[in-house]
C-alpha cells in the first residue's frame, strides 16, 4: 500500500525558476511531514520538514506548504540552481518509532 | 568524522551466498534503521531497533537478520541471497521519538 504519493517522477525546470513536488497521503496517522534530498551515490538527507499543525515553513529557497484537509503537501524551491540538481523525496512519519514512509520520489533537474 | 557508516560501500556475490552489512554510528543516538532502495529509487523501512530492542519490523523475508549489538551498530545479514536481493541498503540512526534520521552512504548489493 503506498501510503504518500508523489508527482512528478521528474523534474526539468531552468536556472532561476521555481520547482515544485507534490505529494499526497492517506495515513492521518503521519504527525511529521520531512522532505529528504538525495544525492547520486549519497545517503538521503533531510532538507526541511512540518507538523501537520502549520500551513507553510520557510528555510532559505525551501518552502514546504501544507494543506491539512486535502493531505497535501509540497515542496517549493525558489530561484532553483544547478545544485539543486537531485531526487526529493517526501515522507510521513508516525509514532515514537519514527517510522519514515517515503513518497516515490522526484528526479529533479536544473539546467543552465 | 563520519556520523553514519557503512561496510561495505559495494557487494557483489553470486545467489545463495551469506552476506553481512555493518553499520555505525557516532552521534550518541540510541535508534536505528535499515532500509532498502531499490531499482526505481523507491525507499522502504525494513527494521529500527532502540536501545538493542528491535521495534519496527516490516514485511521482510527471515532471510534478513539485524542484530545490534549496542546501540551504536546495527547489522543486516542476509542468507540464501537471491537475485531480488539487488539494491542499495541504507543505514540511519536518530534519537528516540526525535524527527531527524542521518543516513549513512549506502551498500550497493548485486546478486549474479
Known amino acids: 500500500q503506498q501510503q504518500v504519493k508523489q508527482s512528478p517522477q521528474s523534474l526539468i525546470v531552468q536556472k532561476g525558476g521555481i520547482s515544485i513536488i507534490n505529494c499526497a497521503y492517506e495515513?492521518?496517522?503521519?504527525?511529521?511531514f520531512p522532505w529528504y534530498q538525495q544525492f547520486p551515490g549519497k545517503g538521503p538527507a533531510l532538507l526541511i520538514a512540518?507538523?501537520?499543525?502549520?500551513s507553510e515553513k520557510k528555510e532559505g529557497r525551501f518552502t514546504i506548504s501544507f494543506n491539512k484537509s486535502a493531505k497535501q503537501f509540497s515542496l517549493h524551491i525558489m530561484d532553483s540552481q544547478p545544485g539543486d540538481s537531485a531526487t526529493y523525496f517526501c515522507?510521513?512519519?508516525?509514532?515514537?518509532?519514527?517510522?519514515?514512509?517515503f513518497g516515490t520520489g522526484t528526479r529533479l533537474q536544473v539546467t543552465l | 568524522d563520519t556520523a553514519v557508516s557503512q561496510t561495505p560501500k559495494y557487494l557483489v556475490t553470486q545467489m545463495g551466498n551469506d552476506k553481512s552489512i555493518k553499520c555505525e554510528q557516532n552521534?550518541?543516538?540510541?535508534?536505528m534503521y535499515w532500509y532498502k532502495q531499490d531499482s526505481k529509487k523507491f525507499l522502504k523501512i525494513m527494521f529500527s531497533?532502540?536501545?538493542?530492542?528491535?521495534?519496527i519490523n516490516e514485511t521482510v523475508p527471515n532471510r534478513f537478520s539485524p542484530k545490534s549489538p549496542d546501540k551504536a551498530h546495527l547489522n543486516l545479514h542476509i542468507n540464501s541471497l537471491e537475485l531480488g536481493d539487488s539494491a542499495v541498503y541504507f543505514c540511519?540512526?536518530?534519537?528516540?521519538?526525535?524527527?531527524?534520521?542521518?543516513f549513512g552512504p549506502g551498500t550497493r548489493l548485486t546478486v549474479t
Open positions: 540511519a540512526s536518530s534519537q528516540h521519538g526525535g524527527d531527524e534520521q542521518y
Open positions: 495515513n492521518t496517522a503521519f504527525d511529521y
Open positions: 512540518i507538523r501537520p499543525d502549520v
Open positions: 515522507a510521513g512519519v508516525t509514532g515514537t518509532a519514527s517510522k519514515l514512509t
Open positions: 552521534l550518541g543516538h540510541d535508534t
Open positions: 531497533y532502540n536501545n538493542k530492542e528491535l521495534i
